[in-house]
């Protein structure tokens, strides 16, 4: 499987991925879609009976939008493992960009995987989602 | 606090059929624009048997069992108190549309921070299609507890 256009290197940026604006309407629609149906996402009484102030996004949407970032970087079967650890809560009308860092390479088998840090910031830069993907090479 | 004999604890099996039309809605909800997640035609242009699975909707699917908050009641936990700490996927094979797939999910770890104001659940979960292996998922939850709640 060959990556295209160039054999990436450590340090390496992959493309990036920036979505709209998250509005309640896209929550609905994950809710629906997903299948995750956790009233917190969704309804805002709910919400605040438990100490929120608005609901919040799934950080599962998030993690999806740094999957697209990956599957539109290369075929998705080329993708080994992915990992994300949701370090704060994405609000509503959050700008998610999505970004990825070669960060080294490793070879195992017969194969060379690619490992890669991923960040998702908001529209000021701040982290809602990191993680890392290992991606074969080959 | 959670009980720690939870860890082990297994939970139902369960087997879900990967359908088209759930996944064209999932990949419009997550603004998916690659038309191999969109239309079979291209997907099959690409090389696939039928619509991929996308990365993160396994996740999805071993949500479609009778009730996906079932082990949250087994263990006395209250969902508005739940958020999501970690998720991973480690992948053998893409899945695609019309296949059977089945979950299976343990209780593998469970901790306390904080004087027992936040707990930690790890949930592993095995996908199968028939006896083949097609990913193993990990999920962490983390469930903060408030003394009194606010009006």
């Avoid at chain 1, 608005?54 to 740094?66: E, N």
């Avoid at chain 1, 959050?94 to 995987?113: F, P, V």
Wanted: some cysteine; glycine content about 6%.
């Amino acid at each position: 499987m060959n990556l295209d256009p160039h054999s990436p290197e450590v340090g390496d940026d992959i493309p990036e991925l920036s979505t709209a604006p998250i509005s309640r309407l896209t929550l609905a629609l994950y809710a629906g879609a997903s299948g995750d149906h956790n009233p917190i996402h969704v309804d805002l009484d709910f919400a605040r009976y438990h100490g929120m102030t608005d609901v919040f996004a799934h950080g599962m949407l998030v993690t999806a939008y740094l999957g697209r970032m990956l599957s539109n970087w290369v075929p998705q079967q080329a993708i080994r493992s992915f990992a994300v650890r949701f370090v704060a809560i994405c609000e509503v009308h959050d700008q998610i960009s999505c970004k990825g860092r070669i960060l080294e390479k490793i070879t195992a088998n017969d194969e060379t995987l690619i490992k890669v840090e991923l960040t998702a910031s908001n529209q000021h830069g701040v982290a809602r989602v990191v993680g890392d993907a290992l991606v074969a090479l080959r | 606090m959670i009980d720690p004999q939870f860890v082990g604890f297994e939970l139902p099996v369960h087997t879900q059929e990967v359908e088209k039309g759930r996944l064209r809605f999932f990949s419009r909800a997550i603004g998916e624009t690659d038309p191999v997640y969109l239309d079979e035609d291209d997907a099959k242009a690409a090389g696939w048997r039928s619509l991929p699975v996308p990365p993160t909707f396994l996740f999805c699917l071993d949500m479609e069992r009778c009730n996906p908050y079932d082990y949250l009641e087994t263990l006395g936990i209250e969902l508005g108190e739940v958020l999501h700490g970690e998720q991973s996927f480690q992948y053998h094979e893409v899945p695609c549309a019309g296949d059977r797939l089945t979950f299976r999910s343990r209780i593998t770890d469970i901790w306390a921070r904080k004087a027992g104001t936040m707990e930690f659940v790890v949930r592993d979960t095995d996908v199968f299609r028939g006896e083949t292996p097609i990913a193993e998922l990990r999920s962490t939850i983390i469930i903060r507890h408030r003394d009194n709640h606010e009006s």
